[in-house]
């Protein structure tokens, strides 16, 4: 992996959402949702930032007060997850004024960060219609015949 091409979220394909200590992701492309546990509920803001992997071990090293161990091959493996899933994608340059990734505050003792899949909700989530709108909006009232 690239440890210097900022990664970014693909949006809006994918959402996701901060409850307590997990993060809830929805690919409306496939209808699948994660969660993301570990310490990657604490990397995911610094997806959403455009941050690279070197940044975020960075970040983590930091946080956790790491040395050199087996953080980057965990790092390696989940966001190759992430890639996998095409929840994120790599962008050659992280967009004029972006704000630097936040630093991170530990969350206890170091997790590596974990996905987990979930395909029982896809046919409702390929069904549901919000999320297939036009930049109108949804519901979008036809213009008044008068």
């Known amino acids: 992996m690239d440890q210097d091409r900022a990664l970014k979220v693909n949006a809006p394909a994918v959402i996701g959402e ?4 997990d993060v809830v992701l929805i690919n409306f492309d496939t209808g699948t949702y994660y969660l993301l546990g570990g310490s990657g509920a604490e990397i995911w803001p610094l997806l959403e930032r455009g941050a690279t992997p070197a940044a975020i071990e960075a970040r983590l090293r930091q946080a956790y007060g790491l040395g050199d161990g087996d953080i980057r091959s965990d790092l390696d493996r989940w966001l190759g997850e992430l890639l996998a899933e095409n929840l994120v994608a790599g962008v050659d340059a992280v967009p004029a004024g972006e704000p630097e990734p936040a630093a991170l505050e530990a969350a ?14 896809q046919e409702m989530l390929l069904l549901d219609p919000i999320h297939d709108v036009a930049d109108a909006g949804w519901p979008h009232r036809p213009a008044d015949p008068r």
């Open 108 to 121: 206890g003792d170091y997790a590596p960060p974990t996905v987990s899949r979930f395909d029982d909700m």
């Open 18 to 21: 901060v409850i307590d200590d």
